[in-house]
């Protein structure tokens, strides 16, 4: 569900002195909320309306380095402005942020007040508007999955990151007992991000030590989006607030399960009725439902860069650990890259197992979605089921086992590029290509354990 307050609520709440700082944040190009923290008077006093931020924040990467080669931002541009324009339909209370709530922004052109091409939520609008034009609203959720370390992020710091301490000592997938010991910090994530306007369902333990889920329900595209960025900066504050740490990387350990963000997908008709669901058919999946799914196959590799975006993400895909290797699909089978779930109900739909918790949700979303919809356009014909187990399936289509290989496909992607447009393709490229460069030229740990003597 969209923001729990108005801006008429927000002014009374400013009154009576509950809320006093307004965050107003847009989402960068790695998911990251970035903006500015508002005096709440201001705020309701005009600050709605707009403001401004360097446009730079769409041509860094995770470090925040000035990265040359993009065409929308760079010093020959002299790093201009953006507008940030609230959406007043995100606004919402931060409960566990005292006096605080929240407004998510879109990124417009400073001299034409235009959507920025490649600016993540922006693209994403793309797709959903593309899919109403069809007849369709496009619906979604994101499973999150994280690790929760005992040591806090500034003591990790000081540590040179190591010394890591899972909150747990063994496996606690679906463990009462184990996560009843993490009950201080898991009760108050679901608490404060159900205050926030979050439809939480429930945590979970998850497949190895230290690792949890967090889940919120189904809602349309762009919402599941939101709630994805704003669930990810909620559990990182107030497991800060605990004086702990917690990881979304896709695999933080190699001898760890990785963490994912599995996406659930599926379309309904403008007047609400199931669009992929047919009594008729042996899993109850319908035309348009086929049509989807062979759409995201044909494409799957080609939009992994935007499902992993790391060079880390691609460690996250190895056999045993549940994360998949195989871009086929099966029904209700974990060990294929796209999962169908509620087969034979209403809930019919498609799970993309692919996506780590490292990813920006509006891209992974919007690169299934353009995928999906292509699949309909065109009638594509639905490949066979894959049953059994994937990870040994001969003769199966990988998935893309680099960034370096994944970045290829996007580049030659005419599906993306018909979608998105150039410039956005070639924006997240230059990304990915930097991403590369940038871990091809660091010394890791590994190699000095691996060559320092022996060498």
């Known amino acids: 569900m969209p923001g729990t307050m108005t801006l008429d609520a927000l002014k009374e709440a400013v009154d009576r002195g509950e809320i006093d700082t307004v965050l107003v944040a847009a989402i960068d190009m790695q998911g990251r909320l970035m903006g500015k923290r508002f005096h709440a008077a201001f705020f309701v006093n005009g600050g709605h309306k707009e403001t401004h931020c360097c446009n730079y924040l769409l041509a860094v990467d995770m470090e925040m380095t000035t990265v040359p080669g993009y065409k929308s931002a760079g010093w020959e541009q002299g790093y201009g402005d953006y507008v940030m324009k609230p959406d007043l339909a995100t606004l919402r209370p931060l409960p566990w942020l005292p006096g605080t709530a929240l407004c998510l922004a879109d990124l417009l052109d400073h001299h034409t007040h235009e959507e920025v091409a490649v600016s993540p939520r922006a693209i994403l609008k793309r797709q959903v508007a593309r899919a109403r034009a069809m007849g369709f ?34 496996n606690e997938d679906y463990h009462i007992f184990q996560t009843t010991k993490e009950e201080a910090l898991m009760r108050d994530v679901r608490n404060g991000l159900y205050g926030a306007g979050i439809p939480i369902e429930n945590t979970k333990g998850e497949a190895d030590i230290g690792q949890h889920e967090v889940n919120y329900r189904y809602s349309d595209a762009l919402d599941t989006a939101d709630n994805h960025v704003i669930v990810k900066q909620g559990v990182k504050e107030i497991a800060h607030l605990k004086g702990k740490s917690v990881t979304f990387m896709a695999k933080y350990d190699h001898r760890k399960a990785g963490s994912s963000s599995h996406v659930h997908q599926s379309l309904w008709t403008l007047d609400g009725k199931p669009a ?24 799957a590799q080609e939009i992994t860069a935007f499902l992993a975006p790391y060079v880390n993400s691609y460690k996250r895909f190895c056999v045993g650990l549940f994360a998949p290797t195989k871009a086929v699909w099966s029904a209700d089978n974990r060990t294929a890259g796209f999962r169908v779930c509620g087969v034979d109900t209403k809930a019919v739909r498609v799970e993309c197992r692919i996506p780590g918790s490292d990813v920006n949700p509006y891209l992974c979303c919007a690169a299934l979605l353009a995928a999906g919809l292509a699949g309909i356009e065109q009638k594509m014909e639905l490949e066979p089921e894959m049953k059994g187990d994937m990870y040994a399936a001969a003769n199966a289509r990988e998935i893309p086992k680099t960034l370096r290989g994944a970045a290829d496909l996007l580049l030659g992607s005419k599906m993306l590029r018909a979608a998105f447009g150039d410039d956005v393709v070639e924006h997240y490229h230059h990304a990915a290509q930097w991403e590369i460069s940038e871990t091809d030229r660091v010394v890791t740990d590994f190699e000095l354990q691996r060559l320092l003597e022996r060498a």
């Open 276 to 299: 992929f669901y047919d009594e008729a058919d042996e899993h109850g999946m319908s035309a348009t439902m086929k049509h989807f799914l062979a759409g995201q196959l044909a494409h």
């Open 137 to 170: 609203d496009a619906m979604m959720a994101t499973e999150l999955e994280f690790y929760i370390f005992e040591n806090a992020y500034e003591s990790l710091r000081d540590n040179g990151f190591s010394n890591l301490k899972p909150i747990s000592a063994y």
